[in-house]
């Protein structure tokens, strides 16, 4: 039931979102409007101080390679999967890999890693790898086809980190927590306000963008798009989680570093996937559907997991 519990939340304020939006409470532009605020704002303000106050030292690197070996497998076929099997543009498939092996470290990953692991050590590590390696490379790949020509351009991707706010407060944050800086309280006390919107406004936000993509009574769901959620669902679910088994067993982990690495690879599909994708307008419809149909089975991954290797 403890671990039920940590999902209840989630499902709850997504369906909120979703409610409010069929019943026009808060606009047809509120999708946009609340997830720009949660990419611009809120979540910057979450990260930095998340890791501003996280520690650098003290991590295994076996654990952390099992998971990266993880992320990179997953992240890569679905990155190539969406060419292969779906037809999507090059400008899309950066975000349909990032629905595949990007996991809710955050608001589901720290209760979860309370009840399963006891502590949430291993978890600080996910958040830095996510946050400094992967999110780059996603967000490069975004902006570069977010121009008409499709063009690379060095220094345009070189100012990203200072252009893009949810870079920028990540270095910023690593580099006040390798200098042991402490903001001033007044500073930390409004950033710690803005940072407690980030996770209810992206899952209010994930719900009316639910259903604003909802296909109509006269317009089914396409086949073409259920058979994407069902591949992306297995890799996040099933594909990742093995993998990061299999590498951890191949680098000799114990049994506790083992299940951290096993449960975190388990994790559902981040909010923050859906709130890249409708910053840059690319996959929307597929990404809120991946975000709500994995927090939901998650919860058998997780429990399996823990079953299995606890």
């Known amino acids: 039931m403890s671990l039920v519990s940590a999902f209840v939340p989630i499902w709850i304020l997504t369906a909120v979102g979703y409610a409010a939006c069929r ?62 099997l779906f037809g999507r543009r090059p400008g899309e498939r950066p975000i349909w890999g990032m629905a595949a092996g990007y996991v809710n470290s955050a608001n589901l990953g720290i209760p979860i890693a309370t009840q399963v692991l006891g502590n949430v050590s291993f978890l600080a590590e996910v958040v830095l790898l996510q946050v400094l390696v992967v999110t780059p490379v996603i967000l490069v790949a975004l902006d570069r086809h977010s121009d008409p020509a499709g063009r690379v351009r060095v220094r345009r991707i070189a100012s990203l980190p ?32 803005l940072s407690a919107a980030a996770v209810p406004a992206a899952l209010v936000a994930l719900g009316a963008s639910l259903h604003a993509t909802a296909p109509s009574r006269a317009e089914p769901a396409e086949p073409a798009g259920l058979a994407e959620l069902a591949v992306i669902t297995a890799l996040k679910l099933v594909a990742q989680p093995v993998v990061a088994y299999v590498t951890g067993l191949a680098l000799h982990l ?57």
């Open 162 to 193: 200072v252009r893009n706010p949810v870079i920028l407060a990540s270095l910023l944050g690593v580099a006040c927590s390798a200098a042991d800086l402490r903001l001033p309280s007044a500073a930390g006390a409004s950033l710690t306000l």
């Open 23 to 84: 019943q026009g409470l808060l606009g047809e532009a509120a999708a946009s409007v609340l997830g720009r605020f949660v990419f611009h704002l809120a979540m910057p303000s979450a990260l930095f101080l998340a890791l501003s106050r996280m520690p650098l030292s003290g991590f295994d690197g076996r654990s952390l390679l099992a998971f990266a070996v993880s992320t990179v497998a997953v992240v890569g076929f679905g990155w190539a999967a969406a060419s292969w």
């Open 254 to 310: 114990s049994a506790p570093q083992l299940l951290a690495v096993v449960v975190c690879a388990g994790l559902p599909t981040a909010q923050n996937t859906f709130i890249y994708s409708q910053e840059y307008g690319v996959g929307e419809a597929v990404t809120n559907r991946a975000v709500l149909v994995t927090t939901t089975l998650s919860l058998a991954t997780v429990a399996a997991a823990a079953t299995l290797l606890g």
